[in-house]
T-cell receptor
Framework: GAGVSQTPSNKVTEKGKYVELRCDPI?????LYWYRQSLGQGPEFLIY????????DSGLPNDRFFAVRPEGSVSTLKIQRTERGDSAVYLC???????????FGPGTRLLVL | AQKITQTQPGMFVQEKEAVTLDCTYD???????LFWYKQPSSGEMIFLIY??????QNATEGRYSLNFQKARKSANLVISASQLGDSAMYFC???????????FGKGTRLHILP
């Protein structure tokens, strides 16, 4: 079956611009996660959705970052007033309800110039 | 204190040899889960193996096994009969208690030599 998909695969933007990153989870997976991976580091948790609601957004670095999942499937991570420090790979993962394993998408490489 | 520690930033191993990637973890929860993921140069995170804290047997998945030593808080990944395609970054990770987010280590870059 289809895995987690993320679009775009690469995004280049200028400092101060707004960007949206999309995640399409595995069909039927109710849990969705966003992580950020900086160069040479492991992924760091940003936010977790169970269904439509954000169950844990403790990893969002500041109020420039926001994520939605209005219909409990596709999610969009939104970054306002981007900064060079936001440059990273943004990974999305999904899991079954009660499932232990998170399955990751290929990521979106964001570069802020 | 780091929750997940991977002390080997890089390793070089001859093809067909077994390799052990080290991971220690730190938690005060009794219920937790441990994971290993592989990240090739293409960037995707590939799930390899999972061990629950209450599982008495070490987890195995094909050529991968997790050497779980609870008292030592150690969860080493063992890859048997390594192959060139095993060259990648490997991350150890943990889920604590009922929290769903995963905490990752810094990773170990494994190079398999022909």
């Amino acid at each position: 079956g289809a895995g987690v998909s993320q679009t775009p695969s690469n995004k280049v933007t200028e400092k101060g611009k707004y960007v949206e990153l999309r995640c399409d989870p595995i069909s039927g997976h109710t849990a969705l996660y966003w992580y950020r991976q900086s160069l040479g580091q492991g992924p760091e948790f940003l936010i977790y959705f169970q269904g439509t609601g954000a169950a844990d957004d403790s990893g969002l670095p500041n109020d420039r970052f926001f994520a939605v999942r209005p219909e409990g499937s596709v999610s969009t991570l939104k970054i306002q007033r981007t900064e060079r420090g936001d440059s990273a790979v943004y990974l999305c993962a999904s899991s079954e309800q009660g499932g232990e394993t998170q399955y990751f998408g290929p990521g979106t490489r964001l570069l802020v110039l | 204190a780091q929750k997940i520690t991977q002390t080997q930033p890089g390793m070089f191993v001859q093809e067909k040899e077994a390799v052990t990637l080290d991971c220690t973890y730190d938690t005060s929860d009794q219920s937790y889960g441990l994971f290993w993921y592989k990240q090739p140069s293409s960037g995707e995170m590939i799930f390899l193996i999972y061990q629950g804290s209450y599982d008495e047997q070490n987890a195995t998945e094909g050529r991968y096994s997790l050497n779980f030593q609870k008292a030592r808080k150690s969860a080493n990944l063992v890859i048997s009969a390594s192959q060139l395609g095993d060259s990648a970054m490997y991350f150890c990770a943990m889920r604590e208690g009922l929290v769903d987010k995963i905490i990752f280590g810094k990773g170990t870059r494994l190079h398999i030599l022909p």
